[in-house]
């Protein structure tokens, strides 16, 4: 049996370590980041990955930074470790210093979409598949060797919340299909050519906002690939309002891009900039929660008036 630390965060390594539990795996430690603030009270909530290793009893390490308590970790002897969306810079000598080695579950088909938001990107840019690579660690950002990769479709109405769940399952069953042949040492990873990488950055707020000049399949995206977090928005009346999902409309428009050309309780059809439509269904506007069209005109139809235009 080989000792192994698993280092992962949020939602999406908790699929990954309960599979490494099931399995039988020895997790001698979790190393994860620190509780933080949550929501409007600033409740410490714990990450996802510490409730469910304290579920199963397995020692937790908090580290602010993880380079400062490398020894701490390697003093738990790992034969392997294991990363999935860890959230910081591993040091080198946890990257060199397990016999096994670093391995890391990544939510693309590396070397495309290297960064930290991958599953955002690939509904961003409108692919119809992506998937799961298992490579080693490198300190370069995720140019490791890859050991094992798996396809997952990407639907066309797909946001990133439903996606962020298949990748997950689809992580933890290809790491423990593929661990016998990484202890065993019966793999021949293969080098990623970096000429063909392409990136996915962490997010900035600038990104969340809906450009109505595009194109209505890029805005669909756009929509679908902030769903359901960040959330994409815009501007309507001079205040914000999320956009938290539209639909695809087939008519073709005469207005301007971002006008509201009709609205009902189905939801309100805004141009895009090949006049063709997005009709929005579920939005919430400044200061107020998030709801449907239909409950937002519902007895005032003025509140979205046909002809103004959003993202002035």
């Given at each position: 049996m ?10 999406f390594a ?25 929501g409007?009270?600033k ?10 290793a ?19 970790i ?28 670093c ?15 991958p599953?955002h990107y690939?509904i961003?840019q409108?692919?119809t598949?992506t ?11 995720d140019?490791?060797?890859?050991i094992?990769?798996r ?11 439903h ?13 423990v ?20 990488a392409?990136?996915?950055p ?37 205040n ?24 009902d309780?189905?939801?309100?059809v805004v ?5 063709k ?14 709801m ?7 007895g ?13």
């Amino acid at each position: 049996m080989k000792r192994m630390v698993f280092m992962g965060t949020p939602e999406f390594a908790v699929p990954i370590l309960q599979s490494l539990i099931e399995s039988g795996q020895e997790i001698a430690l979790v190393v994860t980041q620190p509780d933080r603030p949550k929501g409007r009270k600033k409740v410490m909530t714990p990450p996802p990955v510490k409730t469910e290793a304290e579920k199963h009893g397995v020692p937790v390490m908090q580290p602010e930074h993880v380079k400062n308590d490398a020894v701490r970790i390697l003093a738990y002897e790992p034969d392997l470790i294991i990363t999935a969306a860890y959230g910081q810079i591993l040091p080198s000598e946890l990257l060199t210093t397990p016999p096994l080695g670093c391995i890391n579950v990544h939510a693309s088909l590396l070397p495309e979409l290297r960064g930290g938001a991958p599953i955002h990107y690939a509904i961003l840019q409108g692919k119809t598949k992506t998937g799961i690579s298992i490579m080693y660690m490198a300190e370069k950002l995720d140019a490791g060797d890859v050991i094992a990769q798996r396809e997952v479709p990407i639907t066309e109405d797909e946001h990133v919340g439903h996606l962020h769940d298949k990748l997950a399952e689809a992580g933890a069953d290809l790491l423990v299909d593929t661990l016998p042949s990484i202890v065993d040492g019966n793999i021949t990873p293969e080098k990623q050519n970096d000429h063909l990488a392409t990136f996915a950055p962490n997010l900035k707020r600038e990104q969340e906002k809906i450009d109505w000049q595009q194109p209505r399949d890029m805005v669909y995206n756009h929509i679908r690939g902030l769903h359901p977090w960040p959330g994409a928005f815009t501007t309507y009346e001079g205040n914000v309002m999320k956009i938290w999902w539209g639909e695809k409309d087939t008519t073709t428009y005469a207005g301007s891009p971002g006008e509201m050309v009709h609205v009902d309780q189905e939801g309100a059809v805004v141009v895009c900039g090949d006049h063709k439509g997005i009709r929005v269904t579920n939005i919430q506007p400044a200061g107020k929660k998030s709801m449907t069209v239909g409950q937002y005109v519902q007895g005032s139809r003025d509140r979205l008036k046909i002809g103004t235009v959003m993202g002035d």
